[in-house]
């Protein structure tokens, strides 16, 4: 899956939510394919990946193919999306999946499993106190698990920065890796009106 790949399946998603041909929200993926594509590298077929609503181009990364995934996404799972073969798992929670992907960590070292967890989470997200306690027991507890912060700088329509006069150093930490983006995107929708 290249980057064009990626682009062209958003860009395609967008249009057809443009129709309104998709009655359930989606968020669109955008402006983070360069960061996902070298984040998958260390990611093998056995290992999990987790995170929030807009999972899109994880999930392609990660071997789904596109038309399962847009039947999915045309279904209305779009925030929730589920594709255990393919070792994928979401929440539409706010750092629901957080204390999930903690205990499939937690079950892959009891079981002496060779695989790992990848976990992804908002700028927003990540100031939490639920992401401040789940990576500190991650970490304590050597979990195989790495914490992937995605920093677009806002929460819905709020400035992360403003909300919390300034963000953790998250780069700093050994099991975050931690990128910023921008995308041409809100953060639901497609920034067109769309009337069903």
Known sequence: MT??????????????????????????????????????????????????????????????????????????????????????????????????ALGVALAIKRVGGPERVHCWLGDMTAEGGMAHECMAYARN????????IEDNSVSVCTDTRAAWGGVTDWSALPDVLFYRYKSRYPHAGSGKRIEF
């Not at 507890?141 to 992937?148: S, V």
Request: with cysteine; charged share 25%; hydrophobic share 45%.
């Open 3 to 100: 980057r064009d790949d990626l682009i062209a399946f958003t860009d395609d998603l967008a249009a057809e939510y443009n129709a309104a041909k998709i009655p359930h929200p989606v968020h669109l993926s955008d402006g983070n394919e360069d960061q996902l594509i070298a984040a998958f590298r260390d990611i093998a077929p056995d290992d999990w990946a987790l995170g929030g609503w807009r999972f899109h181009y994880q999930s392609l990364l990660k071997g789904v193919p596109a038309d399962e995934l847009r039947a999915a996404i045309r279904r209305g799972e779009s925030m929730s999306l589920a594709f255990p073969e393919h070792r994928i798992l979401c929440s539409a929670i706010v750092g629901g999946i957080l204390p999930i």
């Open 141 to 148: 507890h050597r979990l195989p698990i790495r914490w992937i």
